[in-house]
């Protein structure tokens, strides 16, 4: 026990007791006047008695400026600074009082105010007042706001303008099942607007010749494989009168992070008399396609006896003369077939003859007949041995000849085309290139487009129709793959396409 009758030692602890006390008085002050959050205190006469450094710093003033200032003279609504003295003056606590402050520079700071009144005896000393800058939070919500105006404008505009056209839009969930189709869309189907649709219902009003094909694009889409992008046109059998109409539907399926179908969303529209105008046009090319096929037939068949005389005979002119003639027969034998198939191709009676081939061989008949095509020009095969795939071989055939009659059109200069392979796991990606006068990014855009023909000085002369590239396009997607270019402008171009390799021997 200390000696409480030693005054030395009492002094002595006293000051020691007071060195504590001063260095938490101390360390206490500067908490205050340094934190990191604003504070200051306001009289009775709402005059500003003592701020610390974050307050100031906050609004950009020296405690000269803002120390002994009214602080109405701060708050830009005179109403708002009002109410807040009003409260704390009745004792009120503030939480998170929506305020704006402003500052040296002019600019304004929007503040969250929490705020109460140290009394003594019943007297109002000073408010403790807490300042929060919420300015970055509240031009955020500002952005939002205008963001989400501008949305509600763009997506009104958007429903004005898919009534205006009569464009109907589905959405459809694979794992619920659930299908939502808009008013537009089942008025296109003919569907009472206060009835709801199943996807089992829509398949059952799919014309009969089109079910398998459209049920198994939307599979196909459903696997990420494929990209999840869905383009068809079909037939469908109306609810109300049962009448057969042709809609286009397109669409794209979101898929979940594992890989699972989440949504599939798209749009339908009513293309009935524009498909049937198109009909009407097919049929008149099938038929003069047709009524072409037999004299020409019976042409090329004159041609080949004469040639055949002729190598016998040895008379060069008429050898020469009679090989071009076979030459231009072969040309147009191959554009009634590019025309016959067109026709079938929008009737929707395009039809796949799969079986398991290697792919050498037929490239190398491929080559042979467009070598025959093109004495100025030389095919070359690369590295296609080996290769067994499974797809309808006269129609990869047709592909392939397309691409490379293309290939020689559009080198007016000859040179050499190669027609090659390149194995990409259990694919092989098949190419064509040339080094001919290249085709413009802006072409390439509408390239496989039926009857688009690239507009250039260079090729004014050559003669085409614009559907090869599109019945390639077209008969390859009806493969599950999809055509491909890259090219630059008097720099040659590469056309290809990716098919899966067969692992079984013929």
Known sequence: MKDASNPTINIAHYQQRERELQSKLDELIDFVENASLPLHWVDGNGIIIWANQA????????????????ITDFHTDENV????????????????YASKLRCKNGS???????????????????????????????????????????????????????????????????KTG?????????????????KEITFEIYVQHLHP?????????????????????????????????????????????????GGKAERFIGTVVDITEKKQEDLRKNDFIAMVSHELKTPLTAVKSYIQILLAKEKMEGNAFKLNALTR?????????????????LARLE???????????????????????????????????????????????????????????????YSPKGGSIVIG???????????????GIGISLADQQKLFDKFYRVKNEKIKTVSGFGIGLYLVSELLRYHKTKIEVESREDEGSTFYFTMNMQQAQL
Request: proline share 1%.
């Open 178 to 194: 659930l299908l939502t189709w808009s008013d537009e869309c089942k008025k296109i189907y003919g569907l009472p607007l206060d």
């Open 347 to 409: 009737e929707g009676k395009i039809r796949l003859n799969k079986e398991v081939f290697e792919l050498h061989n037929l490239i190398e008949e491929i080559a042979g007949d467009a070598q025959f095509l093109a004495s100025s020009h030389t095919v070359k095969l690369q590295d296609c041995e080996d290769i067994i795939i499974r797809a309808d071989r006269d129609k990869i055939g047709q592909v392939l000849m397309n691409l490379l009659s293309n290939a020689i059109k």
């Open 55 to 70: 307050e100031l710093d906050l609004l950009g003033y020296t405690k000269d400026e803002y120390i002994g200032f009214s």
């Open 209 to 257: 010749d089109d079910k398998e094909r459209v049920v198994q694009a939307i599979q196909d889409c459903l696997d990420g494989a494929y990209g999840g992008e869905y383009d068809i046109v079909l037939r469908i059998i109306r609810f109300d009168d049962g009448s057969t109409r042709w809609v286009r539907a397109q669409g794209k399926v979101y898929f979940e992070a």
């Open 421 to 435: 392979c390149v194995k990409l796991g259990n694919k092989v990606k098949v190419f064509v290139k040339d080094d």
């Open 81 to 96: 600074i009002s109410d807040i003295l009003t409260r704390l003056t009745n004792n009120e606590t503030l939480q998170n």
């Open 325 to 341: 003639a076979e030459v231009q027969t072969q040309k147009m034998t191959l554009m009634i077939q590019d025309f016959l198939s």
């Open 108 to 174: 304004i700071k929007h503040v969250l105010i929490n705020s109460n009144v140290l009394t003594k005896n019943g007297e109002f000393v000073h408010t403790r007042c807490f300042t929060r800058d919420i300015t970055e939070l509240n031009e955020a919500s500002i952005r939002r706001d205008i963001i989400l105006q501008e949305l509600e404008k763009s997506e009104a505009k958007l429903k004005m303008v898919i009534a205006s056209v009569n464009l109907g839009t589905w959405e459809w969930e694979p």
